[in-house]
């Protein structure tokens, strides 16, 4: 099945290059728009190996900022499991009984049956999901997380202390603070999918330019497109609560 799903995503990504007036250049943008609307977690979650591919893993580090503590990493993280693994199991069967429906789109000549190709992809993610928590709660069982403080990470999130009212000072990676400054500007200012702006007295917030320079620091390049899509459903589920 994985293979099948890295397969189907090379050839996703080979529509990037059509023009976006195409109807290829238009399928493409609104299917991104489609993934853009799937929750962080569930990214999360299903690129957590199952626990036949990660059967030896002995010790997993959570490498952190340290302005967490400890016990409240750990907690999240098993409140996430605990809420998530249902939740995809669930809709693993939704989404499976939905297949029948979305394969009679395939009666249409010529256009392809995207509607079955998202469903079976849906079912695929959910299915990843939920065994990426059931390996998390399987390490949990054997206590094989282990909580790192990473100082130059913390560096990243000294925006929020000084935006609470900390003397710490703003050091972070970026030789230009009023540079990001602006970005959250622009940012905060932005209509986003709730209609409503992010509205100013909310915390200080990394940057997408932070990101970009932690995968780069972290040397993990193809989760920089995964966190900066938490960061956006992050704020955009703010402004709905502010």
């Known amino acids: 099945m994985t293979n099948w799903a890295t397969t189907a995503s090379e050839k996703w990504n080979k529509w990037s290059a059509y023009p976006p007036t195409s109807w290829r250049g238009k399928i493409y943008a609104y299917g991104e728009t489609l993934m853009d609307k799937i929750p962080f977690k569930e990214y999360f979650l299903k690129e957590v190996p199952t ?3 990660g059967a030896l893993v002995s010790k997993v580090d959570i490498v952190v900022p340290n302005i967490l503590s400890e016990v409240e990493v750990l907690n999240d993280l098993r409140v996430l499991v605990a809420t998530q693994e249902p ?10 009984y939905l297949l029948p429906v979305s394969s009679l789109f395939t009666l249409i000549p010529v256009i392809p049956n995207f509607p079955f190709f998202y469903n079976l992809f849906r079912v695929y993610s959910h299915y990843k999901a939920r065994h990426g928590a059931q390996h998390l709660q399987h390490l949990f069982d054997r206590g094989a997380f282990e909580v ?37 500007r622009s940012f905060d200012n932005r209509t986003l999918e709730s209609g409503l702006p992010l509205l100013e007295e909310n915390p200080s917030l990394i940057t997408d330019s932070d990101i970009s320079r932690m995968a780069t620091y972290f040397q993990v390049p193809t989760f920089e497109s995964a966190i900066r899509r938490a960061r956006h459903q992050i704020i955009a589920n703010a402004s709905k609560t502010t």
Not at 148 to 177: C, H, M, R, V
């Open 51 to 53: 626990k036949s591919e």
């Open 87 to 96: 939740y995809h199991a669930r809709w693993v069967w939704y989404c499976c």
């Open 148 to 184: 790192i403080f990473d100082s130059e990470l913390s560096k990243f999130y000294q925006a929020t202390y000084a935006s609470t009212g900390s003397t710490t000072p703003n050091q972070g990676f970026s030789s230009d603070s009023a540079s990001n400054n602006n970005e959250r």
